[in-house]
Nanobody, 121 residues
Framework: QVQLVESGGGLVQAGGSLRLSCAAS??????MGWFRQAPGKEREFVAG???????SYADSVKGRFTISRDNAKNTVYLQMNSLKPEETAVYYC?????????????????WGQGTQVTVSS
């Protein structure tokens, strides 16, 4: 059983930056992903990273968001720059014991409780 705890959310103005963190109780060789869900919308993939450091991003965040991980600290990060109001959502960390990044929420077994990100215009 893997427990995930996100932190770093908050209120930021459009164009600003936030750094989210996700601390895992156990990392093993899990692939880690960040997803987000806005009110009334489906949960969507944002970024993912494998144990070896291979990354994948949603087209909408490429060039602005960076996912990274510190395996020694069992922590994955999401640096978000140039944030937009439409990116207001609850951001979730997810983990699965696979060697590739899936963009489908159904492929991830473990989820954190989420952290709210609000981008004001």
């Amino acid at each position: 059983q893997v427990q995930l705890v996100e932190s770093g959310g908050g209120l930021v103005q459009a164009g600003g930056s936030l750094r989210l963190s996700c601390a895992a109780s156990a990392f093993s060789t899990d692939t880690m992903g960040w997803f987000r869900q806005a009110p009334g919308k489906e949960r969507e993939f944002v970024a993912g990273i494998t144990w070896s450091g291979s990354t994948s991003y949603a087209d909408s965040v490429k060039g602005r968001f960076t996912i990274s991980r510190d395996n020694a600290k069992n922590t994955v990060y999401l640096q978000m720059n140039s944030l937009k109001p439409e990116e207001t959502a609850v951001y979730y960390c997810a983990a699965e014991r696979v060697l590739w990044v899936s963009q489908s929420p159904s492929d991830y077994k473990y989820w954190g409780q989420g952290t709210q990100v609000t981008v004001s215009s």
